[in-house]
């Protein structure tokens, strides 16, 4: 009794939220930034060809695009243009370099009765955007009825087979599992194979973690591409419901807006892919002193401190001193700016070129109120390295004052047993030095 009670006052809940959407009406002004999908018509019928197979029905919408097609800032060529190791570096997977080229990839995103997956989650929707020849065709699978499940996954599996591998968004996590489990429930256990795969969300957060509200898909979207989705696009947490009323009714009005939010993801996926695969191509010499080939299209600063950190973070030591010293020349937030100089720092400290650092600490240092590592970090270079007791007492003096600022407790009190330790061996050191 109490869960038909939840049940019905979510489906109340859920059809309030519907009411305040704003109407399926295509907004034409917004047409040269948003790309978009197959038209709407304005019957109740599904877009596409239902497709009849011995194993039951399901309905095929088909969409051709010229490469030329531009989809926010980018052609869908220009994902083409790129070498296939870049997407290689970006997926931890060399099969992707050796799979024959971008071309060969598939872009898929599904629509899903449930957002925590599971076996009970069915993948209601598939979409599949592929090039073929001189265009990207995008095929999406749209199940009918549950019953006829197998007939969309057989159709599905048979046109990805020709496919070298996936590149999705938060696929690793929920796309590809979900696909997975819904085939061995079909007996096509394995049917997508162990080919490479490329999933965005992960280099996206590389680069735009703390710098938007989130990193999903939508936010992507208004926030790096100034891409504007019409009237026609839909919340994704209400689609799950939106199909489960669809199979009441089959009003397929709503279900063209979830096809269409479908369209729009998997676009996206392509213009993000090349935006991704452009700054993380971005050249670097790799001989010191490490200096950056001018690239097609400057990246911002941002843009080359995070690429400075990846480049740090897999071993690639002078293409991450270039990407921060290049971060540095332009215009950094604070935070950022602190981040790269102790990063900067930190590299050349590892490589014992502590001469070099120095600059950084002393930058560090100039704006820093409650940190103590840039002022040890040079306290210990002239005291150990440089051999300049001098500076290394007017180093130590700083760091204490920086401490005497912070509040009572243990760790102020082990800093200032640490730093007096320091003062005094370098005092006794001077004494002895003047003996």
Same mark, same amino acid.
Not at 239 to 259: G, K
């Given at each position: 009794m109490a869960a038909d009670l939840r049940t019905r006052l979510q489906r109340i809940k859920l059809q309030k939220i519907r009411r305040q959407l704003p109407p399926s009406v295509p907004a034409a002004a917004l047409?040269?930034?948003?790309? @978009?999908?197959?038209?709407?018509?304005?019957?109740?019928?599904?877009?596409?060809?239902?497709?009849?197979?011995?194993?039951?029905? =399901?309905?095929?919408?088909? !969409?051709?695009?010229?490469?030329? =097609?531009?989809?926010?800032?980018?052609?869908?060529?220009?994902?083409?243009?790129?070498?296939?190791?870049?997407?290689?570096?970006?997926?931890?997977?060399?099969?992707?370099?050796?799979?024959?080229?971008?071309?060969?990839?598939?872009?898929?995103?599904?629509?899903?009765?449930?957002?925590?997956?599971?076996?009970?989650?069915?993948?209601?929707?598939?979409?599949?955007?592929?090039?073929?020849?001189?265009?990207?065709?995008?095929?999406?699978? =749209?199940?009918?009825?549950?019953?006829?499940?197998?007939?969309?996954?057989?159709?599905?599996?048979?046109?990805?087979? !020709? @496919?070298?591998?996936?590149?999705?968004? +938060?696929?690793?996590? =929920?796309?590809? &599992?979900?696909?997975? !489990?819904?085939?061995?429930? +079909?007996?096509?256990?394995?049917?997508?194979?162990?080919?490479?795969?490329?999933?965005?969300?992960?280099?996206?957060?590389?680069?735009?973690?703390?710098?938007?509200?989130?990193?999903?898909?939508?936010?992507?979207?208004?926030?790096?591409?100034?891409?504007?989705?019409?009237?026609?696009?839909? &919340?994704?947490?209400?689609?799950?419901?939106?199909?489960?009323?669809?199979?009441?009714?089959?009003?397929?009005?709503?279900?063209?807006?979830?096809?269409?939010? +479908?369209?729009?993801?998997?676009?996206?996926?392509?213009t993000l892919a090349a935006h991704l695969m452009d700054v993380f191509a971005t050249p670097f010499a790799a001989a010191r002193p490490a200096r950056r080939a001018q690239p097609a299209s400057e990246p911002a600063p941002e843009d080359l401190l995070r690429l400075a950190c990846w480049h740090a973070d897999n071993a690639r030591p002078a293409e991450a001193e270039a990407a921060f010293r290049s971060a540095l020349e332009g215009r950094l937030a604070l935070d950022d700016r602190r981040l790269a100089l102790t990063r900067l720092a930190a590299l050349l400290k590892r490589q014992e070129r502590r001469a070099e650092a120095v600059t950084a600490w002393e930058q560090l240092a100039s704006f820093t109120v409650d940190d103590l590592n840039a002022f040890v970090e040079l306290a210990k270079y002239y005291e150990w390295h440089a051999r300049d007791l001098a500076q290394a007492a007017a180093w130590t003096e700083r760091a204490l004052g920086v401490v005497a600022g912070w509040p009572a407790g243990w760790q102020r009190a082990d800093a200032f047993s640490q730093l007096q330790h320091r003062q005094q061996r370098i005092k006794d050191k001077r004494t002895a030095a003047a003996g």
């Open positions: 047409q040269p930034r948003a790309a @978009r999908g197959p038209r709407l018509d304005e019957d109740d019928a599904l877009p596409g060809l239902r497709v009849d197979t011995p194993l039951g029905s =399901f309905q095929l919408i088909e !969409t051709s695009y010229d490469l030329e =097609f531009q989809h926010g800032p980018k052609r869908l060529a220009d994902l083409l243009s790129h070498d296939p190791a870049v997407a290689a570096r970006l997926a931890r997977d060399e099969k992707l370099a050796a799979s024959g080229g971008l071309a060969g990839l598939a872009f898929i995103d599904t629509e899903t009765t449930g957002l925590a997956g599971g076996a009970g989650t069915l993948a209601f929707l598939v979409g599949v955007g592929r090039c073929d020849g001189e265009r990207f065709v995008l095929r999406q699978y =749209f199940l009918l009825d549950p019953g006829h499940e197998e007939a969309l996954l057989t159709a599905l599996v048979t046109d990805l087979e !020709t @496919r070298t591998g996936w590149v999705t968004y +938060n696929g690793r996590a =929920f796309d590809l &599992p979900l696909l997975e !489990t819904r085939l061995t429930m +079909n007996r096509q256990r394995g049917a997508l194979g162990q080919r490479p795969h490329l999933d965005l969300l992960t280099p996206t957060r590389r680069l735009y973690r703390g710098r938007l509200p989130s990193c999903s898909l939508g936010d992507i979207e208004r926030g790096v591409f100034k891409i504007v989705r019409d009237q026609d696009d839909v &919340p994704g947490y209400l689609i799950p419901q939106m199909y489960v009323d669809y199979l009441r009714t089959r009003r397929a009005d709503e279900m063209r807006r979830v096809i269409y939010h +479908n369209t729009i993801d998997i676009l996206s996926m392509v």
